[in-house]
T-cell receptor
Framework: AQKVTQAQTEISVVEKEDVTLDCVYE???????LFWYKQPPSGELVFLIR??????QNEISGRYSWNFQKSTSSFNFTITASQVVDSAVYFC?????????????FGKGITLSVRP | DAGITQSPRHKVTETGTPVTLRCHQT?????MYWYRQDPGHGLRLIHY???????DKGEVSDGYSVSRSKTEDFLLTLESATSSQTSVYFC??????????????FGEGSRLTVL
């Protein structure tokens, strides 16, 4: 069965600090997809990134970067120069690519607080 | 905007009463999902649908039923609400043909309190 572990539950940083959110996953499949979602205080869930298991290139989007390492089954998310608007709950998620009805499994989320 | 609306957005009910939450989409997507969000548990899949009248269970389906008689509507029913079903419920759709190749778009959530 697939599983996503976000060991950090709450992180608090001061604005402009860099912060890394950890995600470790378990799956028996060789083909799978990894995701990060953001849930700001307003409550909506916002898609941030999707990565497939064959693409281990790190990705950077502005202040956000993602480090995918199959050797350690990790898909970590780094926010550089954090801002107050980054305060949110961040979810890592995994889906296996076998079968059209395979399911998206979420971690328990990390609450990030960025203080001014 | 993925064209997903959930209703009601907030509901308070009593233990033992039936409750139906509605998810409506405007884009004719095949896949629709119901998740619940609880502190310390993240998001957990309740049920999902892969077409009209085609539904399947997720990891926390006990106490819930679903129906999809039209492409655009996916209903979640609590036949007899319990306090453990107090939660925020999210509907989601997959804009791609297969849920695992695309991101999910979520509705705004429905907060249910069972007293």
């Amino acid at each position: 069965a697939q599983k996503v572990t976000q060991a950090q539950t709450e992180i608090s940083v001061v604005e402009k600090e860099d912060v890394t959110l950890d995600c470790v996953y378990e799956t028996r499949d060789t083909t799978y997809y990894l995701f990060w979602y953001k849930q700001p205080p307003s409550g909506e869930l916002v898609f941030l990134i999707r990565r497939n298991s064959f693409d281990e290139q790190n990705e950077i989007s502005g202040r956000y970067s993602w480090n995918f390492q199959k050797s350690t089954s990790s898909f970590n998310f780094t926010i550089t120069a954090s801002q107050v608007v980054d305060s949110a709950v961040y979810f890592c998620a995994l889906s296996e690519a076998t079968g059209a009805n395979s399911k998206l499994t979420f971690g328990k989320g990390i609450t990030l607080s960025v203080r001014p | 905007d993925a064209g997903i609306t959930q209703s009601p957005r907030h509901k308070v009910t009593e233990t033992g009463t039936p409750v139906t939450l509605r998810c409506h989409q405007t884009e004719n997507h095949r896949y629709m999902y119901w998740y619940r969000q609880d502190p310390g548990h993240g998001l957990r899949l309740i049920h999902y649908s892969y077409g009209v009248k085609d539904t399947d269970k997720g990891e926390v389906s006990d106490g819930y039923s679903v129906s999809r008689s039209k492409t655009e509507d996916f209903l979640l029913t609590l036949e007899s609400a319990t306090s453990s079903q107090t939660s925020v419920y999210f509907c989601a759709i997959s804009p791609s043909g297969r849920m695992n190749t695309g991101e999910l778009f979520f509705g705004e959530g429905s907060r249910l309190t069972v007293l």
